[in-house]
């Protein structure tokens, strides 16, 4: 449950200072539509790296996730903004299927790519970019965090 909560409390949609100059030519409402974007693509590579370090089938695993979209149901429903919980599946399905495309960029691309087109930037070569740096950053920092867990709590996959 605690590590549920933590994983919860290290979700943020904090963009990057290095990538901010890519969206200083935006209005706010873009950029905070971006954050939100941020935020969400985090809640994926949290699922995703529990899943490929713990393994899809792991008690530990299922343990992990379900207090960490806990705390997702209990905010939703604290700030009275249910339709979170869709979203939150709507970008597990997409972003999966984003990752399970193949490109020849590898797919940090086809999930900035995705993460793009829900900013409503689907062209827009910054915006995949900020979505692929993420994605591959946060991935890397996530997957550390379930190893290091896996070591502590001696979880087999």
């Known amino acids: 449950q605690k590590i549920g909560e933590e994983l919860y409390k290290r979700n943020d949609n ?9 969206v200083k030519h935006m209005t706010e409402y873009s950029i905070a539509l971006i954050e939100d974007e941020i935020m969400m693509l985090n809640i994926f ?8 370090i713990l393994g899809s089938n792991s008690p530990a695993k299922k343990a992990i996730l379900d207090a960490f979209y806990s ?3 209990k905010m939703a429903s604290d700030v009275d903004v249910p339709d979170i919980i869709d979203d939150i599946k709507e970008r597990l399905w ?12 590898g797919p940090a691309f086809t999930i900035g790519k995705a993460f793009a087109k829900f900013c409503d ?6 915006i995949t970019f900020i979505g692929s740096s993420i994605f591959i950053t946060s991935l890397v920092g996530r997957r550390e965090l379930f190893k290091s867990l896996q070591e502590k709590f001696e979880i087999t996959t």
């Open 14 to 22: 904090k963009m990057p200072d290095e990538l901010k100059p890519l």
């Open 45 to 52: 590579i949290t699922d995703f790296a529990a899943q490929s």
């Open 71 to 73: 705390c997702w149901e």
């Open 121 to 126: 930037y689907e062209m827009d070569a910054g």
């Open 94 to 105: 997409e972003y999966s299927r984003a990752l399970k495309t193949t490109h020849t960029m």
